[in-house]
């Protein structure tokens, strides 16, 4: 489960596709969401072309089954929904579940040790007390291309997300290289 969110780590920026963004297959990770009728198909298709998937918006333990069922690597989401990280975790499957505030990330980093803050506008904030506990958070909402790199200086942050990356992928990963965030 940890080789994951080490994955994600290394990646720093994970794009989504959601409704009516489609992948573009140069991507080595995404996340697709669970809220587009044909996101298994997607799911699928991205897998077929080596991708690494995860599978977002799970909301319910139906979204889990059938990004399970297409392949998906891990799973995303944007709330705390202790019957579904359960049921992933009993299945050996990563997850991680969204929180905003520090009662949310609270309850979250009691199953898990990666957490998703939506909206990450405040995440240097709200995750402060979280820090000494070695857990790991990913940005997403009102992270994009003009401000990622500012997200990923965060302490504990160790990647963001967002459906304003699945077009400037090729854009952000030549500039995280000459940052030095990644290799080549």
Sequence with gaps: MTEIF??????????IYNDGIFPDHRDDICEVTMRHSKSKEIIQECKDNGMIVGAGTV??????????EAGADFFITPITSRI???EAIGDGMPFIPGACT???IWKAIQLVDV???FPAKDIGTVIAPFLHLQKRFIATGSVNPDNYLEYLEIDGVMSVTGSSFAYEMHKI????????????
């Design 102 to 104: 520090a009662n949310e």
């Design 59 to 68: 909301l319910h333990l139906n979204d889990y089954y059938k990004a399970k």
């Design 173 to 184: 990963k030549k500039e995280m290289i000459q940052k030095r965030l990644i290799k080549e």
């Design 6 to 15: 080490d994955i994600l780590a290394e990646k720093k920026v994970v794009p």
């Design 84 to 86: 579904v990280i359960e």
């Design 115 to 117: 957490v998703k803050i």
